[in-house]
Structure formats: C-alpha cells, structure tokens
C-alpha cells in the first residue's frame, strides 16, 4: 500500500499504468477511488496516480482538525515520493486550489495543471467579484442540484447514490477546505513559476460558469481554456467519456518546455 510522508501525515495514493504523469486531486466530496472512470480510460497511454488529501478516504484521519493550507503538501509528498518530473496535476473543484500550490511548490516537477471546475484559488479581485456572484446563485440550490444534472439523477439513479456514498469516507469536510483560497497566487507569480495552467469547466456547470472561468483565461497569459458542452460541475463522474478525452487532450497538448516570464 503506497504511503508518502507529509510532515509526518500519512497519506494514501495508487499509481497505475505507464507514459506521461498524470495525478488528480479529488475534491471535497471525493478521494482516490471517485477517479475508477479515469484510471480505467487512461492508465494504457499514461501513468494515473490518485492520492488522498489528509482526513480524505484511506489517508490519516487522526488530527483532530484540518486544515486546508496543510492540502499543498499533501500533493508535493507524493510527487515526490514516486519521484514525478514533467507531471500533469489535476483538480476537481475545490482540490484546484491544492493542485495549483502544489505545482508553483514543485515547478521542478509539475509541469502543466489542470484546474477543473475552479479557479484555483488566483488572487484577483475581478475573477473573486466574478466567483462570489456565481457562488451566490449556486447557494439556491440543493446541493447534489449543483454537481449532478437533474436529467442524470433520474436516468441513472444508481450512479447518482453512489455518488453521494463516496463522500461518507471522508472525515475532513467542506469547511476544512475552504481556506486554501487565503492569500492565493497572483497571475503574475503564476506566469513567472513556468508552469501551464489550463481551464477546464462545463458548459452546465452550475458552481461556476462559463463566463467566469473564460474571463481567467482571458486574464492569464498562455493559458489553456477547454469548456464541455452539456457538462455539469462534477463532469469527471457524469460525462467521463468528453472529460477523459479533454484530460487526454490537454496532457499531450501541454507537453513540453515551459515558458517561463
């Protein structure tokens, strides 16, 4: 069972197949198993590790709080412990904002990532004007509403249960996760780390919309911007066909030397 050393925090991951690193970064309601459609679809052309952030499925639990500024490091122990170079990071939602900090950590490891569904925690007062507005109608409805499309929960009520289970092995909960956004980077800092940043949202995501996570890419210089049309915010368990492709699509798209400011 592979475990990586944070700080003296245990924390869980699985690595499957071989080529071009890719490792994701769940979400809050998720861990290292909500990614099976990923890993299957993918593991042929490239290596997959998923990991668990602290307080999330099979990783320690034991703290008696969490913190989310903690999550960063939790992504860099396991880089570094299966020594990763050129890896792709990508988050799902809120674990953005881990992945993000993680890579500006580890530049020298993480060459390009993914921020799906999010805007990774950038420090701007525009794109937090824009995230607050989108926020505050997401707030209106019930929450599986927001990451599930209705149509999906009545054809496929089986996928839609089990997507709610995933979340009862977790300890650490949303709250935990909501300070990684404090003193977020700049885009400046993220354009001088060299590392590519792609968006990646869906066209029915009703957490965050289009509008807003395109005016980021505007935003970020040399960014990468990839929106699925008819896909809702938890895209990676609705429609995992487009999202497996667009992962694909942008880990052999971002591959190569960084450009650094």
């Not at 071009?20 to 993918?42: C, D, E, M, T, Y």
């Not at 925690?121 to 607050?132: M, N, Q, R, T, V």
Request: overall charge negative.
């Amino acid at each position: 069972m592979p475990i990586a050393d944070s700080d003296g925090t245990s924390i869980y991951y699985e690595r499957h197949g071989s080529g071009p690193a890719i490792l994701f970064v769940h979400g809050s309601g998720g861990h290292h198993a909500a990614w099976w459609q990923q890993v299957a679809s993918l593991r042929e052309e490239f290596t997959v590790v998923t990991v668990d952030l602290r307080g999330f499925g099979k990783s320690d639990s034991s703290m008696p709080e969490f913190d989310g500024q903690d999550f960063p490091g939790d992504v860099v122990a396991v880089l570094d412990a299966e020594d990763l170079t050129d890896a792709m990071l990508v988050g799902q939602s809120i674990g953005s904002v881990a992945a993000l900090r993680a890579g500006l950590m580890r530049p020298e490891r993480v060459s390009s990532v993914v921020l799906g569904h999010s805007l990774g925690g950038i420090s701007h007062p525009e794109l937090k004007e824009l995230a607050a507005a989108d926020r505050a109608e997401a707030v209106k409805l019930p929450v599986i509403d927001r990451l599930l499309t209705k149509r999906f929960q009545q054809e496929r009520a089986d996928l839609t249960f089990l997507f709610q289970q995933m979340g009862t092995f977790n300890v650490a909960r949303m709250q935990d996760l909501r300070n990684l956004d404090t003193n977020g980077p700049s885009l400046e800092e993220i354009q001088a780390s060299g590392v590519k940043v792609a968006f990646l949202a869906g066209e029915k995501d009703a957490v965050l919309s289009v509008k807003t996570i395109t005016r980021a890419h505007e935003l970020l210089p040399g960014s990468h911007l990839e929106i699925v049309e008819g896909a809702p915010h938890s895209m990676y368990w609705e429609t995992p066909r487009e999202y497996n492709a667009a992962i694909a699509r942008l880990r052999r798209t971002l591959t190569g030397p960084k450009e650094t400011a």
